[in-house]
């Protein structure tokens, strides 16, 4: 019924006056994108992307208002004409523009703190259903990092600059306004999203305790002035796995297990387990039932799975009330055969600003998700384990069709994708209301007060039947006997969690130009209040599987259990900025938060985070523009800021108890108090100081630039003494390994490196086109963290990079009994294992030689690259995007355990292959002298990348043929994800963080789409 009721409207129009024309820039190529507005009425249109537009009028009277961002404004009389057409020019103040910073917007041009902006445009070009991977690559500072692709749980890890802390890093998500907003950045519609900062520096003081990790803010799109536009946009994508491994087939790795046998018994020889006509039957195929060939990931992995997103919106308004609305889906399909992970979201915005008289408006938006992901019983981790580790030369099916029993206890990887073992669903409900209000004084020019209340909502209900299921062993002659898995009745588990969490925020603004002095200040006041319920119950011994309830489980005492807590935190602040400039040339800020955090005691409980910043735009000066007329704009900027970060585990400030003992009395059993950690009186906040030095600048008009020095030094980090308490004082939890003794701030971080952007955008004719780089480096060191005085020094964590590994280091491989006489090598190394450098050189491998690593698995290079074209009706865009000075260790669990890649079966030492670049085949790697019995770094893989991170092809159809059908403007596209990785690794994603390499992997995905406007 919309688009009819649309449809109806467009005709009523096309009966008065009708204006067409196309606008242009200086340079005579057509502008997508301008707003053509009929003044004084909320009749407009949006030109097209060759820059053309049309507007039904009531007459031929009135004015055309054309506006574009960053371009002067032009209005324009019809005069009873129907062709009008206009050139645009690019405003002399286009640093007017604003940015989004902490609690308001500043215009670029006075702007001194470190702040990157992305545009929701761009945000939308990529196919990643999750928006944290969208960021890769765009903004400088930002290291993002995807750890695997599971269908729901895919989002990237975000770290601005890197590592800075032993304790917590996760960034500060604020959305709208509202800090750590309930449902977070990951699951945000892309079609909502205006725009994305972050803030990087003291710019991010304001958030006080919360900022020290860096603030990302995020603002959804608002309704504009004009007739109502309505978007819809649907993709369909197709991922893939960006890297899989090969592994040995059935013949070679018969051939290891020989292998295997034959190291821990040489007397019997190298077929102690099969014989060499064997091994040929496994590989010649002929007998598939007694010498299967099984390729495991062929067998549980199809080659792509499905996605696809859907987006309606409507946008528009008159000059007092503006409204954005939309609706949106989202389906994403796991990568096994007959698999039962499915993700499947459904969500909501309204954004709505109105005017209630020329000094008061009000805003409210309301905004809400369902996520509903089912799984398997297993895990994404622990299908990939099991996948990876199965045997080759067992069946996944017999040729009759039935499953086989697996690697182990009738696991079958084939079998555990699927809902044979039962399913697994969670469903997340997440409600966001946010109700503003501004009013303007008018005694005095520039005052106003504003301020919200938030209330926002998580739901969170996962339902777990398990269930027993059967598959089949083969006996010999055509006879297969059924063995259950599992328990031999079913049961189920019920989890329901809700969160709430309700902020107020309240300030006093002024912002004033006296003369050549600019003043922009505002002081306020801001407290939240976090809660959370959780529930759950369980049920056994289930009579049948048909009643997956817990009403209708099983009734002795044995088969029921519950459990229940809850917790209440609450956050109160005080926080101010004042921004002073004059002439917009010389720049100073000043803003102060004070915060009173519920982690730590009534004492001690507010904490004081200042910063401040100067600027000076040097390109404003008469002497710089003489001597440098090609230089357009030109700003030094400097900026100091104590910011913290409280993000700890709750009451630590007292004794902390558990009911984990029981005594008896009598014949009863009664529960008693166990006392599990000291409290810790003088807990704190972490203090990171930072200091940010930068220049930016455009110059030749199309290039701009940007060069930044940071450093930050995080202090009172909240970390366990590891060295200072003896063991012998016994001070110990005797329930687990956990100290008794409770974590103190001793902890001190330091991190420090440049960011730079480089950016170039031309345009001649039909034809425009830009690139833009940005780099960063960021190195952090640890200063001190409790390390005993006997540790050596090449084995400290102090001193060197955080999440950095201590391994022994490998110089080769024994190939000869003369290596194995010549070199110092551990208790039961063989010809085949790996040799370790004696680093110490007393002569023997021990502890003392493995050696601390200098990197670890968070880059300190992260880079990219984007270019972007426009000819007439297409566009193109790719981005580039790479880390580089990063390490992951990976050893996987092979042996008798399981099967090998193949990168390692067809390079493996062996006694007919003494030339191989791998180390020998043993019984389990985890116990083996050249795997996790002695840590090397022959396992610690260089990690560093270049992707083809995204691009993306779009054709606009033609506004004539599009009017006909009364269409404002249809565009076709294809993109892509991740498209291509170079990098040295081979069998798994450089970007993983696992030490096995058995997890989810990481998507490559390929998305055809069309956006549509009426």
Known sequence: ?????????????????????????????????????????????????????????????GTLVFSFISYQTQEVAINNRTTIDVSLSTD???????????????????????????????????????????????????????????????????????????????????????PGQIGGLDRLDPNDIESITVLKDASAAVYGNRAANGVILVTTKRGTTGKPTVSYSFNQGFSSPTRLPKFADAATYASILNEIDYYNNTAGGLNQRYTPEEIELFRNGSDPLNYPNTNWLDEVLDPYALQNRQSLSVNGGTENVKYFASLGTLYQDALYKDGATKYNQYNFRTNLDANITDRFSVGLSLSGRQEDRQFPQFGAGGIFWQTYRAYPFIPARYPNGLPSQGVEGGINPVMIVTDAAGLNKNQRLIFNGILRGRYDFGFLEGLSVDGFYSADRGQSFTKSFVKPYLVYSYEGNDTYKPVTVGEPKASLSQIQENTNLLTANIKLNFERHFGDHGINAFVGYEQSKNTLEHLEAGRRNFPTILTPELSQGGTGPNDRSNAGWSWVFSRRSYLGRIAYNYKEKYLAEVQMRADGSANFPTNSRWGYFPGISVGWRISEENWFKNSLPFMNELKLRASYGELGNDNVGSNQFMNNYTFDNRYVIGNEVYPGLNLVKLANPNITWEVAQKTDIGVSGIFLNNFNFEFIYFQQKRKDILANRNASVPFVTGIVNPWGSDALVPS?????????????????????????????????????????????????????????????????????IF????????????????????????????????ADDM????????????????????????????????????????????????????????????????????????????????????????????????????????????????????????????????????????????????????????????????????
Not at 17 to 28: A, L, N, R
Not at 108 to 114: E, F, I, L, N, R
Not at 786 to 811: F, H, K, M, V, W
């Open 851 to 1014: 050696v601390r690593t200098d990197l670890g698995n968070i880059p300190q290079i992260t880079y990219g690259l984007n270019l972007g074209a426009e000819y007439k009706a297409f566009d193109f865009s790719i981005l580039f995007q790479g880390q580089a000075k990063v390490r992951q260790y990976v050893l996987p669990d092979v042996g008798l355990s399981g099967n090998f890649f193949s990168t390692w079966a067809d390079n493996r030492w062996s006694p007919t292959n003494q030339n191989g670049s791998y180390p020998r085949v043993d019984t389990r790697t985890g116990s083996a002298v050249s795997g996790g019995l002695f840590p090397s770094d022959f396992w610690l893989y260089n990690t560093a990348f270049l992707r083809i991170k995204n691009v993306e092809l779009g054709y606009n159809l033609p506004s004539t043929l599009l009017s006909k059908i009364k269409i404002e403007g249809v565009r076709v596209y294809a993109n892509a994800f991740n498209l291509a990785t170079f990098t040295k690794v081979k069998d798994f994603d450089p970007e993983t963080s696992s030490g096995n390499a058995q997890f989810y992997p990481q998507q490559r995905i390929i998305n055809l789409g069309v956006n549509v406007k009426f």
């Open 1 to 61: 019924m919309l688009p009819l009721l649309l449809f109806q409207i467009g005709v009523a129009l096309a009966q008065g006056h009708t204006v067409k024309g196309k606008v242009t820039d200086e340079t005579g190529a057509g502008m997508p994108g301008v707003t053509v507005l009929l003044k004084g009425t909320s009749t407009a249109a949006p030109t097209s992307a060759d820059g053309t537009y049309t507007i039904q009028t009531p007459s031929g009277e």
């Open 92 to 178: 002399a103040k286009a640093l007017d523009e604003v940015v989004v910073v902490g609690y308001g917007v500043q215009k670029k041009a006075t702007v001194t703190g470190s702040i990157s902006e992305v545009g929701g445009a761009a945000i939308n070009k990529s196919p990643q259903p999750n928006v944290s991977n969208a960021l890769a690559g765009r903004v400088s500072g930002v290291v993002i990092n995807n750890r695997g692709g599971e269908p729901g749980y895919d989002g990237a890890e975000v770290r601005v600059r890197g590592l800075a802390t032993t304790g917590n890093n996760d960034v500060l998500i604020v959305v709208d306004g509202v």
């Open 744 to 812: 103190e701030n001793i902890g001190q971080v330091n991190n420090n490196g440049i960011e730079a952007t480089l950016g170039f955008d031309q345009g001649a004719g039909d034809f425009r086109y830009n690139i833009s780089g940005n780099i960063t480096y960021a190195k952090n060191k640890i200063v001190f963290m409790d390390e005993a005085p006997s540790i050596l020094d090449y084995q400290r964590q102090t001193g060197g990079p955080l999440n950095t590994s201590l391994l022994y280091r490998s110089i080769g």
């Open 815 to 846: 190939r000869t009994q003369e290596d194995l006489d010549k070199y110092p090598h551990p208790s039961g190394a063989k010809l085949g294992d790996l040799i370790y450098e004696d680093y110490n050189q007393d002569g023997k491998i021990t």
